[in-house]
């Protein structure tokens, strides 16, 4: 580890040390590690396909034949995926009540899975593990809807009132959930501490919260392998692997 990735590390230790609330960011970036692509970086999803949004979803039956063809190729990595060391020093400082909350961008599940409880991750773009009808709300198991769709290479109706579905995900063009975006405001206020961690910030409304929790007066740290959009505004930018970064100034393995 260089001397100023070190130096680094020591001082989101003791930024952590201080804080009274902290809030933590999190993108496809902290994810990588578990073998899930993030969308940017050379490689990433973003690089081989072009992203459908929700109005061309709902309007042609070919590009939700090709939404969920992409997700189900793409769902043995989500299917399998487990939480790394990153995710594992965040729940640690979540369970040392460090951190208040965990506002995610990511629809793997993963926070959950490494033990952050569910009241307190804040999904602002859904999550990926079921999916629901668009008209009546219904849930709908994946393993039920992947034997459908391959079964009749049709997109999945809605068992109960014949609606389109389509994963708990916020697609381009969608509507954001307004329940998690105003949670996410309100942890953001409450932090004295904002951490970003694996965003590169190029999609709002999420990179508006590391916005607004500057503006109102927190420190805000980016902890991520590039240069993001929100540098020049953050106290203290971190380039290196999440994992290494995050256990070193968590003492997590
Ligand atoms: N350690 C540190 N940083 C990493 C690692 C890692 N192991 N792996 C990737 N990164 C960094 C990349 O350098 C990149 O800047 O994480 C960032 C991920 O950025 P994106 O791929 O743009 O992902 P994200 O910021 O989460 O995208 C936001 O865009 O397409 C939408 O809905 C999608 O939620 C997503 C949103
Ligand atoms: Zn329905």
């Given at each position: 580890?260089?001397?100023?990735?070190?130096?680094?590390?020591?001082?989101?230790r003791?930024?952590?040390?201080?804080?009274?609330?902290?809030?933590?960011?999190?993108?496809?970036?902290?994810?990588?590690?578990?073998?899930?692509?993030?969308?940017?970086?050379?490689g990433?999803?973003?690089?081989?396909?072009?992203?459908?949004?929700?109005?061309?979803?709902?309007?042609?039956?070919?590009?939700?034949?090709?939404?969920?063809r992409?997700?189900?190729?793409?769902?043995?990595?989500?299917?399998?995926?487990?939480?790394?060391?990153?995710?594992?020093?965040?729940?640690?400082?979540?369970?040392?009540?460090?951190?208040?909350?965990?506002i995610?961008?990511?629809?793997?599940?993963?926070?959950?899975?490494?033990?952050?409880?569910?009241?307190?991750?804040?999904?602002?773009?859904?999550?990926?593990?079921?999916?629901?009808?668009?008209?009546?709300?219904?849930?709908?198991?994946?393993?039920?809807?992947?034997?459908?769709?391959?079964a009749?290479?049709?997109?999945?109706?809605?068992?109960?009132?014949?609606?389109?579905?389509?994963?708990?995900?916020?697609?381009?063009?969608?509507?954001?959930?307004?329940?998690?975006?105003?949670?996410?405001?309100?942890?953001?206020?409450?932090?004295?501490?904002?951490?970003?961690?694996?965003?590169?910030l190029?999609?709002?409304?999420?990179?508006?919260?590391?916005?607004?929790?500057?503006?109102?007066?927190?420190?805000?740290?980016?902890?991520?392998?590039?240069?993001?959009?929100?540098?020049?505004?953050?106290d203290?930018?971190?380039?290196?692997?999440?994992?290494?970064?995050l256990?070193?100034?968590?003492?997590v393995?």
């Amino acid at each position: 580890m260089t001397d100023s990735l070190d130096h680094e590390i020591k001082t989101l230790r003791s930024l952590l040390d201080a804080s009274a609330q902290a809030v933590v960011f999190t993108g496809a970036g902290i994810s990588t590690e578990s073998g899930i692509p993030d969308f940017r970086s050379p490689g990433g999803i973003w690089t081989k396909f072009k992203p459908i949004q929700f109005d061309e979803f709902m309007a042609s039956e070919e590009a939700r034949r090709e939404y969920w063809r992409r997700h189900f190729s793409l769902r043995g990595e989500l299917g399998k995926a487990e939480p790394n060391r990153g995710h594992r020093a965040v729940t640690h400082l979540v369970r040392r009540e460090k951190v208040s909350h965990v506002i995610t961008q990511n629809i793997d599940g993963l926070h959950q899975n490494a033990g952050v409880p569910a009241d307190k991750v804040i999904e602002l773009h859904g999550n990926a593990t079921y999916a629901e009808c668009l008209d009546c709300g219904a849930h709908h198991e994946l393993d039920h809807v992947r034997a459908v769709f391959e079964a009749e290479e049709a997109p999945p109706t809605c068992d109960y009132c014949g609606g389109i579905v389509k994963l708990a995900t916020i697609s381009f063009g969608q509507a954001m959930p307004e329940d998690q975006m105003a949670r996410a405001e309100q942890a953001t206020l409450a932090a004295d501490l904002f951490i970003v961690l694996g965003s590169s910030l190029v999609v709002f409304p999420a990179a508006g919260f590391p916005m607004l929790a500057k503006r109102n007066g927190a420190t805000l740290v980016i902890v991520n392998r590039e240069a993001t959009d929100l540098d020049e505004i953050a106290d203290v930018v971190i380039n290196g692997e999440l994992g290494t970064t995050l256990g070193a100034a968590t003492g997590v393995n």
